[in-house]
């Protein structure tokens, strides 16, 4: 049967998570459609048949569908169920406040942030923040989940030409208004999906010094993520807490500096590929699951990396 | 303005957790077990309301066995002023705590119910949002600021990107983040004052609802261990390393 993936975008560009759940429902099926539910995403509904795995991408395109009110696009969603074996949704916070909704109406239970597919009806996901692995099996008429990005890789975005199909909007009576979005601009990657992760703890003691992080993670083209003290302390903004209430990373290299690793920071980053910990406290929890650690004072060692990263550039060119 | 928690007791967030040997779950037994942190935030924010004058009763309700007393006489202790125990030996699914916690509100009528945004235990991050649906109200996941003024009920969510600022009306589902605000610690006479609070017990089986799994839980693993790391010695050795090395700068 086919499985419906549900876009995660800005309407104007799709979310790198939208690639990745796509990723998730090719181990599901072949017929692939993506729905996208937003405001004047003409454009957005071009760019996104081209993706090759995607065999038809059914828009839903209303004035009222601007800010993802879930309350709006839910019942949208569960209108479509009946065509479909599985719903899948990124796992992030879009996918996370809508996809429950769908459930209700449906009245199935949701399988949560899988990390792994088994088979059309058994699904992997992290309880505990990621300290036990669950295997899970179910025999509901659908199956909705939500797909943590970072366990599948992004599919490709060119070499299809699907279908598009535009549905109607139905409209439900809504007493949510939205106000405001504060988004920090940033021209460094998305934390979510970039190679380099360079994440600062409380060892950074204030947000100034996260200035030093930025000065690392602009060498090395990385993003910028943060430990929940950090957060907590007002260092730095919500949207770059890594852990189990914040976001998930997997990148190639993870630079923990300052963070002492508590086990639900560690939730967050543990799949990273390379893991360096920067930290005065040779006692730190971080320094068990490095690959490489450097027991030192942050605020001589991060300068000194910079310097020798600068030496490296200049031998090579 | 009447407001209902719903609080689940869940293995202390600071214990490492044990997967059972014959790997059908997670050791629970003779675990440290507390207030699912974020559920804290909830009643802090409920005894908060109440503190301002704009609630006037503010409850609390958990959904497992008698046991799960102990979270509730918490809960009155930071400030609750009663308590309902859905008496239920099975470990519930998001859908069924949600549908369980509709009848409640059915019978209750609260103007607002507060959660946390995820049990620590399953990571579902689920019952707010179903709870919302089925009782049709508004939904505000995440929150991380509420503001209350004349039923007008302005709040901010911590999403992905940032801050997303919404208003919406009462009655509504709001589910509440860590950051929302700092718990207060029960003082001792507040513990021994909320052992005289009323804690109403239901049994779930009374409710008429199917509260049966619907997810089968195969088998629970252990995750993949990492492989112990080394300590280098200074920085230069350190980019050597990542450079030479593991190839990834």
């Not at chain 1, 449906?106 to 059309?120: H, R």
Request: proline share 4%; charged share 25%.
């Amino acid at each position: 049967m086919s499985v419906l993936v549900v876009a995660e975008h800005d309407n104007k560009n799709l979310k790198s998570s939208t690639l990745n759940t796509i990723s998730a429902a090719k181990k599901l099926s072949e017929d692939i459609h993506l729905l996208i539910l937003g405001n004047k995403i003409e454009d957005l509904a071009k760019s996104s048949k081209s993706i090759q795995l995607v065999k038809k991408v059914i828009i839903c395109d209303h004035e009222k569908l601007e800010n993802q009110i879930p309350e709006l696009s839910s019942p949208i969603i569960s209108n479509l169920a009946e065509n479909y074996s599985h719903i899948l949704a990124p796992s992030s916070t879009f996918g996370k406040n809508l996809l429950p909704r769908v459930s209700a109406l449906l009245d199935v239970t949701q399988i949560s942030d899988i990390i792994g597919i088994e088979s059309q009806d058994t699904f992997i996901r992290p309880i505990y923040a990621g300290n036990a692995i669950s295997y899970v099996q179910t025999d509901q008429k659908i199956n909705l989940m939500t797909v943590r990005p970072t366990s599948f890789e992004k599919c490709e975005e060119t070499g299809g030409d699907a279908a598009v199909e535009n549905i109607s909007f139905i409209d439900s009576e809504v007493k949510t208004t939205f106000v405001s979005r504060e988004v920090s601009k940033s021209d460094r990657p998305e934390l979510g999906n970039a190679r380099v992760v360079v994440s600062g703890g409380r060892g950074l003691e204030n947000s100034d010094n996260f200035k030093l992080l930025y000065d690392l993670a602009d060498k090395l083209n990385a993003a910028v993520g943060a430990s929940r003290a950090a957060v907590d302390s007002g260092y730095i903004g919500n949207e770059y807490q890594v852990g189990q209430t914040g976001k998930m990373v997997a990148p190639e290299l993870y630079i923990a500096v300052g963070i002492s690793g508590a086990i639900q920071h560690l939730a967050g980053m543990k799949e990273s590929k390379v893991i360096v910990a920067i930290n005065k406290d040779l006692e730190a929890p971080i320094f068990n699951i490095a690959d490489y650690g450097l027991s030192s004072d942050l605020f001589q060692a991060i300068p000194e990396i910079i310097k020798e990263l600068d030496l490296l550039n200049q031998i090579e060119s | 303005m009447k407001v209902l928690v719903a609080v689940k007791r869940v293995v202390d967030y600071k214990v490492q957790i044990r997967v059972k040997s014959d790997n059908s779950g997670v050791e629970t037994q003779n675990v440290k077990m507390s207030v699912n942190p974020p559920d804290e935030n909830a009643i802090e924010e409920a005894v908060k309301l109440k503190e301002q004058g704009l609630a006037n009763e503010i409850i609390s309700v958990s959904i497992g066995d008698d046991k799960s007393q102990d979270v509730l006489r918490t809960s009155m202790a930071m400030g609750i002023d009663r308590s309902i125990l859905v008496k239920s030996q099975n470990t519930l699914e998001p859908l069924a705590v949600a549908k369980t916690l509709k009848i409640i509100i059915d019978k209750e009528k609260p103007d607002l119910v507060l959660m946390g945004k995820q049990a620590i235990d399953d990571d579902s991050n689920q019952t707010g949002q179903i709870l919302s649906a089925l009782l049709n109200w508004p939904q505000g996941c995440f929150i991380s600021n509420l503001k209350i003024e004349n039923n007008k009920v302005f709040i901010s969510r911590e999403i992905d990107e940032g801050i997303e600022n919404l208003e919406t009306s009462l009655p509504a589902v709001l589910t509440c983040d860590l950051r929302l605000n700092t718990p207060r610690f029960a003082s001792l006479p507040n513990i021994m004052k909320a052992k005289k609070k009323p804690l109403e017990t239901i049994d779930i089986d009374t409710l008429g609802i199917d509260t049966s799994s619907k997810i089968k839980t195969l088998k629970v693993i252990d995750p993949p261990k990492r492989k112990a790391g080394i300590m280098v010695n200074d920085v230069k050795e350190l980019v050597q390393k990542l450079k030479y090395e593991a190839k990834v700068i």
